[in-house]
Nanobody, 126 residues
């Protein structure tokens, strides 16, 4: 069973930066085989795609709303994927979820990801 645990959320002022992390565990599962995605859900809104990275770590994929501000990366030695968020705006306030898909190629579709974390709250104040 794959387990994903997010961390690093919190309160930040608009214009600031924050990095959230997601660590995978699970016997018999190799993190380097998994494409990883970040999604977010603001209160009262549907879940939306934020960023994704392939199992090989190339070709990151970003939502237009975060392109140029957010950076997704992974450290296979630490079984961890990161989302560096810069120049944050109030509209970035949401619960951020990481998701995993074996041999994933950076899909933006949530339905392609069978494994999800519990989420971490990111709040951007004006």
């Amino acid at each position: 069973q794959v387990q994903l645990v997010e961390s690093g959320g919190g309160l930040v002022q608009a214009g600031g930066s924050l990095r959230v992390s997601c660590t995978m565990s699970g016997r018999g599962h190799d993190f380097s085989d998994y494409g990883m995605g970040w999604f977010r859900q603001a209160q009262g809104k549907e879940r939306e795609f934020v960023a994704a990275i392939t199992w090989s770590g190339d070709r990151p994929n970003y939502a237009d709303s975060v392109k140029g501000r957010f950076v997704i990366s992974r450290d296979n030695a630490k079984n961890t994927v990161y989302l560096q968020m810069n120049t944050l705006v109030v509209e970035d306030t949401a619960v951020y979820y990481c998701a995993a898909h074996v041999w994933g190629m950076g899909s933006s579709r949530g339905g392609d990801y069978p494994y999800w974390g519990q989420g971490t709250q990111v709040t951007v104040s004006s």
